[in-house]
């Protein structure tokens, strides 16, 4: 199983950017894919995750209003639409997939994409 995240980058206060997360290895009909983020000196956090067989998503209370998860089932790419950007989003985000239902907690994924830069400035 491989997912390669990119999109990250750098952006100013109210701005908006667009990461995306391709999944490939395994069908993913029954997985959760998430996103999650890292800011130095911190414990990574959950942003929110789609359940590919229902298409329902959930959101940290954070993030929730601001930034919306999608995907392709075709191609099982899931993105991450972030919108009313803030500098406390700025952080290292990481796509996820796991296959126990849906979780907030990173113990529940047990495979990892790469971490993908946003820093957002003041």
């Known amino acids: 199983v491989q997912l390669q995240a990119s999109g990250g980058g750098l952006v100013q206060t109210g701005g908006s950017l667009r990461l995306s997360c391709a999944a490939s290895?395994?069908?993913?009909?029954?997985?959760?894919m998430a996103w999650f983020r890292q800011a130095p000196g911190k414990e990574r956090e959950f942003v929110g995750a789609?359940?590919?067989?229902?298409?329902?998503?959930f959101y940290a209370d954070s993030v929730k209003g601001r930034f919306t998860i999608s995907g392709d089932n075709g191609n099982w790419t899931l993105c991450l639409q972030m919108n009313s950007l803030k500098p406390e989003d700025t952080a290292a985000y990481y796509c996820?997939?796991?296959?126990?239902?849906?979780?907030?907690?990173?113990?529940?994924?047990?495979?990892w994409g790469q971490g993908t830069q946003v820093t957002v400035s003041s």
């Open positions: 789609m359940s590919w067989n229902d298409g329902r998503t």
């Open positions: 996820a997939a796991g296959f126990r239902g849906t979780s907030r907690s990173t113990a529940d994924y047990a495979y």
């Open positions: 290895g395994r069908p993913f009909s029954d997985a959760i």
